[in-house]
């Protein structure tokens, strides 16, 4: 169990085109939401479908990976860490959220499948 540490891997689909920013310092920065569906029986023997929202960040090459390959509906495989954040919003009400650091994304695609780590 000593091996095991912050992290997390997901297969999903992008709900949004990448929204790209980047710095004075060159750097490059991803944010990304990714819908991952669950499918399940219910206790009555029904189908539920069930979609799980997820905030991706990507830097440097990885960001540069996502703006030229991954476009809204893109199966991606992602691996990285959790970070908690706290803020006050707009109202003045403290909030949290809590996003996903990106190490790794592998494209799910015949046409197309690159793996890319930082």
Do not use: C, H
């Not at 403290?94 to 695609?109: A, D, P, Y």
């Amino acid at each position: 169990m000593k091996a095991i540490k912050n992290k997390v891997q997901l297969v999903g689909r992008l709900g949004a085109n990448p929204e790209m920013k980047t710095y004075g310092d060159g750097k490059s920065l991803a944010n990304i939401r990714l819908a991952v569906n669950d499918r399940y029986k219910n206790a009555k023997g029904e189908w539920m479908d069930e979609t799980q929202w997820f905030s991706l960040v990507a830097w440097a090459k990885l960001a540069i990976y996502v703006e030229k390959y991954l476009t809204k509906g893109t199966e991606v495989a992602v691996e990285g860490r959790l970070v908690n954040k706290a803020f006050t919003d707009k109202n003045g009400i403290k909030r949290t959220s809590t996003e996903i650091i990106v190490s790794e994304i592998l494209l799910l695609s015949k046409q197309k499948e690159l793996l890319v780590e930082m």
